[in-house]
């Protein structure tokens, strides 16, 4: 081989290997932030909580984390039981890390359990009502896609499922860790959360609609695409309504509006298309009010003599 062709083979493998780990990184990426809208909705809930109840410390800020990343960790497992579906579908496949990458079910195995032991304690740390929470986080986080229970997959349970756990618990589990005493603003806000999750969930089986009537078996492929659409529509208007109610009787805190506000595409959206928002709308929407809410909390533990504008 001349020194030519040498030359052009070290390029080949060079260039081979830079995109092999680009490749990896963007897989990587797509693990991450695939679901960001979940995960960071789900910090946000628990900020609330945070908030309203004046609970914010050292431990619940480790509460805060920990919560974060559950979530994400959670949202992980069901892609990787939804894998084999999202296959099926080229758009969700090429989002999904357990489409592009084989990963064992023992590796699954691990790392789960690696991440639980890094949240356990910032639960332990409320006791016996720490326990019980992780337990029902770790419960709900299994049934949830993995066979058998898989209560995606289960007409009506699936919506009841993700309209308590996915928006809503979160500031549930905060306000009892932190034995906060109930007041209007956490019902005005579990209202609003209980019904986002809710419109969230129908919006997500609409857009899979397609795919899932040929192998699963959820609310919308039992009851049909017109009723998932109607519901989502009622549940959107609810969404609004409750909102503006509690804003102008002064329920919810000004401080809290933005995150209603910066949703209004959203509902917009649901109320005038029977299709998908563009995923973009939805990446920056949520984007903007979880870094609203981090300052939200960096103002709330700024030493008094810090001015925070």
């Given amino acids: 081989m001349d020194a030519k062709s040498n030359q052009l083979s070290i390029h080949g493998k060079i260039t081979a290997m830079n995109y092999f780990m680009r490749h990896k990184f963007t897989q990587n990426m797509t693990l991450v932030f695939n679901h960001v809208d979940a995960w960071v909705v789900a910090m946000i809930s628990a ?4 908030l309203v109840h004046d609970g914010l410390s050292t431990a619940t800020l480790y509460l805060l984390a920990a919560i974060t990343l559950g979530y994400w960790a959670a949202f992980a497992l069901n892609d990787y039981y939804d894998a084999p579906f999202d296959a099926q579908d080229n758009e969700k496949g090429s989002r999904s890390f357990f489409v592009q990458r084989q990963v064992t079910g ?3 195995a691990l790392w789960s359990a690696f991440l ?3 949240v356990t304690p910032a639960f332990l740390q409320f006791g016996l009502r720490g326990f019980l929470v992780l337990a029902v986080c770790l419960l709900i986080a299994w049934a949830y896609s993995a066979p058998p229970l898989r209560l995606k ?3 009506i349970i699936d919506l009841i499922t993700h309209a308590t756990f996915v928006e809503t618990f979160p500031y549930l589990m905060v306000l009892f ?3 906060g005493k ?3 603003v956490d ?3 579990i209202v609003c959360t209980t019904l986002a999750s809710l419109s969230s969930q129908l919006e997500n089986q609409i857009g899979d609609y397609a795919i899932d009537r040929l192998q699963e078996r959820n609310f919308t492929v039992m009851f049909g695409l017109n009723t998932a659409v109607w519901l989502l529509r009622l549940t959107t208007i609810g969404l609004v309504c409750a909102f503006t109610f509690f804003t102008f009787a002064e329920v919810i805190p000004l401080a809290f509006v933005p995150f209603g506000v910066v949703c209004l595409p959203i509902m917009w959206h649901r109320l005038r298309h029977s299709t998908p928002r563009p995923r973009w709308m939805t990446i920056w929407i949520v984007l903007a009010a979880g870094l609203y809410m981090v300052g939200l909390l960096l103002y709330w533990v700024a030493p008094p003599s810090i001015t925070v504008l």
């Fill in 106 to 108: 023992k590796k699954i």
């Fill in 187 to 189: 019902g005005a806000i």
């Fill in 153 to 155: 997959n289960r007409p």
């Fill in 47 to 50: 900020g609330l909580a945070l």
């Fill in 116 to 118: 639980t032991l890094l």
């Fill in 177 to 179: 860790l932190l034995d």
């Fill in 182 to 184: 109930w007041m209007p």
